[in-house]
């Protein structure tokens, strides 16, 4: 996992996703309700809930990308191939992309294979932290970063797709 780029630009809950003629909008809307959640609960032993949070948001992350690949191409000629470009860039370029790749399919696969979590709560000096795993990375950031990911490659394919 590397710091090599942000996707984070604006507000994601003010500036969702403009023309949305994708149906991957609809698990991404689902991304963006938990990331509110998970960003505004408690998040400590006593408040498991983020852990169903966390499982159904970073489902959600992937389906967004299934939902693409799979529904959306399929609605037109001109959907695949921008979509299948899209993704061709993506692999291309994986530690520019590297969001998706070592967290929404690293931890999606965690999770539903082997019911293991990135996600953590590791005790800090300062209180609970949800950490990602050994990383230093902080796990609500890294969730957050995989949304506006998503939210930024829809909104480039919808403009290519006008």
Request: without cysteine; proline residues 2%; hydrophobic residues 40%.
């Amino acid at each position: 996992m590397t710091e090599l780029n942000s996707w984070i630009t604006g507000d994601v809950f003010t500036s969702g996703p403009g023309i949305s003629t994708l149906r991957a909008w609809e698990p991404w809307e689902e991304t963006r309700s938990a990331l509110f959640e998970i960003q505004n609960s408690d998040i400590d032993d006593e408040h498991p809930e983020w852990r169903t949070n966390w499982i159904a948001g970073v489902a959600m992350l992937r389906t967004t990308g299934h939902v693409l690949h799979k529904v959306d191409a399929a609605l037109s000629a001109r959907h695949k191939r921008v979509i299948d470009a899209a993704w061709l860039s993506w692999n291309a370029d994986k530690d520019g992309n590297w969001i998706f790749f070592d967290f929404i399919e690293r931890e999606r696969n965690n999770i539903l294979k082997t019911f293991s979590f990135g996600a953590q709560l590791p005790a800090t000096e300062d209180g609970r932290v949800l950490a990602y795993g050994n990383t230093g990375f902080d796990a609500t950031q890294l969730f957050r970063e995989a949304v506006y990911w998503w939210r930024y490659q829809l909104r480039m394919i919808e403009s290519q797709l006008r």
